[in-house]
């Protein structure tokens, strides 16, 4: 029978929603469904990942997107999406052509640290290794602690044989403070972490093996520890390499005798049994020193995931088993290498593509279908019907709207709609389609129907959105109250520059690098000389070092749609915010971009005319405000409130995005993707698991 299982509407077009359609339009897929449609509001796919080409071609990012090598469900999704594609024959003159070309390797990770009132750089360079993300048949399942345990602390090992001090092998990972990471000196210090981490590794295997054995595991940690820190503690104070091992081994013995003091190495909940306590706080409780639980190591982690609420860097909260998780996958489960950087925008190398093959696939794309709200059917178990507003009408003789423009030759998402494909092209250059606050009346109001328009819905609208969109729901269901009420999500900001000077004149020895733990609001710097050539400069204009800069943002939460000066307001005040960063904290970054204290602005590409701080606003910034872009934070204690993807309560709802519970609740790309796809399996009546590769939570 054809598509026997009606209508699918997919509610929003982010990572989830589209490997939702992904999956669910897979060879054959007619036969089950008889139509797959993607409503999304304004013009373009993405949603927090999205990406626009702007002036110059130059790439406007969301914000600044790495992908870990540990992602092996995006990773999967994107080879199976360019194989399919085939731009080698079908676009040749496409400069991506193959995954390969989108993304690439980006070894070099650091953390600024710190100490006695002086910043100083910690840059790591992973080794890569022969390994590739997203292998067909990548095994997967749930995650067992105590392997996840044993194989993060033999690879510690490995790494901690590289501190100073220690006999580094060629090729793996060297800690240092200058950005050309030497080799490093013979010494003692990390000889004794080495000690230090192999006794947490004999402790844990110890407890792990034999259950009663957990006094004499903790007792032999703390000995060893002990040992440690009177040997490293005090010669620590005076050298980094020192300070650095220390703070390793304090953190990393504190997390082998938690779990062994906590039993959760043998707990059926794993490491969803340390959902509720912060991990910092944690760590501390086990005798982590708290130099070692603030120390930029840690803080990386809780930078990377934008943990302040409410963007106020004073209060922070992750959950220790998530943490735990993240950095073990992070830094002992990555393949090929452990950060991987884009060719050019997240935009053009992810949904551009992901559009291009599955409208080839026949699955339909509503652009300018912006949702307001989900209702119930009369007996409150379905979703009876969805109100969508329809922001822009087509232009007489266009059938559907094109979304893509070419860069070099590359299919893109353009930074505004292409408004000679709409009605009211002059409406169109003042509007803010992707905006909460836009307030433009309508060109139509539509419902979509279920048995009409749907049969299984995919709600793949973010979390701080459906507060605003599932009223009925949250009425009528004490879960979605949950949800909403705790599922936290937090403001960011970001901010791009074009320098004319290439990144070893200003100062900074290894363009590539991606840096955490700097001073908020803009903690964390990639920099990406790999996108220069995916833009458009005139010769006389062309940068050397393009740079991007992201942070949390303290923005008030709720809002109110009726204060329309809310979104510009934040603007702003981020705009305040880059030239208080540029003037006072760029310096340690790029020190040859200032001089005698102040920011070189002649240095910015694009300015046209313009000097001194005016010429800032020929840069990029932007303030993620919209209940949409708002960043999903995992906060301790939150992680039991979120729902399954196959968990709406509702008969044809099903739940995508990195606000459910997918198995890595933590806003991310790969968490968006496994959402996505175990929705589609629900729909398709697959186990959870089916074709989910990479050991998670589940
Ligand atoms: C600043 C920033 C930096 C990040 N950096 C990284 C990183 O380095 N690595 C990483 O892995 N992850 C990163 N993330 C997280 C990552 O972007 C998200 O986890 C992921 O994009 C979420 O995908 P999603 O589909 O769940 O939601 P979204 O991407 O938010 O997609 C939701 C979609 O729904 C649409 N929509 C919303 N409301 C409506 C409506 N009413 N009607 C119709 N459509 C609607 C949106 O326009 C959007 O297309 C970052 C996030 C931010 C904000």
């Not at 993405?46 to 130059?58: L, T």
């Not at 944690?282 to 639980?293: F, K, Q, S, T, V």
């Not at 204009?541 to 510009?568: E, H, K, Q």
Request: proline share 7%; hydrophobic share 40%.
């Amino acid at each position: 029978m054809t598509g026997s299982r009606g209508r699918v509407a997919i509610l929003g077009g982010g990572m989830a929603g589209l490997a939702a359609a992904w999956r669910l339009s897979e060879p054959g897929w007619r036969k089950e469904f008889a139509s797959i449609t993607v409503y999304q509001r304004g013009w373009r796919l993405g949603g927090k990942g999205a990406s626009g080409r702007g002036i110059n071609g130059r790439i406007e990012e969301h914000g600044l997107h790495i992908w870990l090598g540990y992602y092996e469900n995006a990773f999967r999704l994107l080879r199976e999406c360019y194989a399919e594609l085939d731009r080698d024959r079908t676009d040749p003159d496409a400069p991506i052509r193959t995954w390969r070309d989108a993304l690439i390797p980006a070894s070099t990770v650091g953390v600024e640290d710190c100490h006695a009132g002086r910043w100083r750089h910690w840059v790591s360079t992973f080794s890569p290794n022969d390994l590739l993300p997203g292998e067909p048949d990548a095994p997967g399942g749930p995650m067992s602690v105590a392997s996840l345990v044993e194989n993060a602390l033999r690879r510690l090992l490995d790494f901690a044989a590289t501190l100073p001090g220690a006999q580094a092998p060629r090729g793996r990972v060297i800690l240092s403070t200058d950005p050309r990471p030497p080799a490093p000196p013979p010494g003692i210090g990390a000889g004794l972490g080495l000690t230090a981490l192999a006794a947490v590794l004999e402790a844990a295997t110890v407890a792990h093996n034999w259950i009663g054995a957990e006094a004499t595991a903790l007792d032999a940690i703390d000995r060893v520890v002990e040992e440690v820190r009177t040997a490293l503690f005090r010669a620590s104070r005076h050298d980094d390499g020192l300070r650095w091992a220390w703070h390793l081994v304090s953190a990393v013995a504190a997390i082998g005798r938690g779990l062994i003091a906590d039993k959760v190495l043998t707990d059926p909940r794993g490491l969803h049994a340390l959902s509720d306590e912060d991990f910092r706080h944690w760590i501390m409780r086990h005798g982590a020193d708290p130099e070692a639980a603030h120390s930029p190591l840690i803080g990386g982690l809780y930078d990377l995931t934008f943990a302040q609420l409410d963007g106020d860097p004073g209060r922070e909260s992750f959950p220790a088993g998530l943490g735990i998780l993240l950095t073990s996958k992070t830094f002992f489960d990555y393949k090929g290498a452990i950060f991987w950087k884009m060719t050019a925008g997240m935009g053009d190398v992810v949904f551009a593509p992901l559009y291009q093959a599955l409208r080839q696939r026949g699955v339909e794309f509503e652009f300018f279908h912006r949702v307001d709200a989900l209702h119930l059917n009369d007996d409150r178990t379905a979703i009876e019907a969805v109100a969508v507003g329809v922001q822009a009408r087509l232009a007489d003789g266009v059938e559907r709207y094109e979304p893509l423009v070419r860069v070099h030759g590359l299919p893109c998402f353009p930074a505004a709609p292409l408004s000679r494909q709409l009605a009211d092209p002059q409406a169109a250059s003042q509007r803010h389609y992707e905006s909460y606050w836009d307030d433009a009346p309508d060109e139509q109001r539509r419902t979509l129907r279920r048995g009409t328009d749907f049969d299984s819905l995919v709600l793949a609208i973010p979390v701080g959105m459906a507060s605003i969109i599932c009223g009925e729901l949250i009425a009528d269901r004490p879960e979605w109250r949950d949800l909403v009420a705790n599922v936290r999500t937090v403001a960011t900001q970001a901010f791009q520059l074009w320098l004319r000077d290439d990144e070893p004149t200003l100062g900074w020895p290894q363009p590539g690098v991606t840096i955490s733990a700097y001073v908020p609001p803009f903690d964390t710097w990639a920099s990406m000389p790999q996108v220069i050539d995916a833009e458009d400069w005139p010769a006389d204009d062309r940068p050397g070092t393009i740079a991007y800069f992201c942070g949390s943002l303290n923005a008030p939460w709720p809002v109110d749609r009726r204060d329309t000066a809310y979104p510009r307001r934040e603007r702003d005040r981020v705009r305040d915010n880059v030239l208080r960063y540029m003037q006072r904290d760029l310096a340690h970054l790029l020190p040859g971009a200032v001089r005698d204290g102040a920011f070189r602005w002649e240095l910015l590409c694009g300015r046209g005319e313009a000097s001194g701080p005016a010429a800032l606003d020929s840069q990029f910034w932007v303030a993620n405000v919209d209940p949409s872009d708002r960043y999903v934070q995992a906060v301790a204690g939150s992680d039991r409130f979120r729902l399954r993807p196959d968990g709406s309560g509702y008969d044809n709802l099903f739940l995508a995005g990195d606000w459910t519970d997918c198995g890595l609740n933590a806003g991310c790309i790969e968490a968006a993707t496994l959402s996505g796809l175990q929705a589609a399996n629900a729909i398709l009546g697959r186990s959870r698991r089916y074709r989910i590769g990479g050991y998670y939570l589940l």
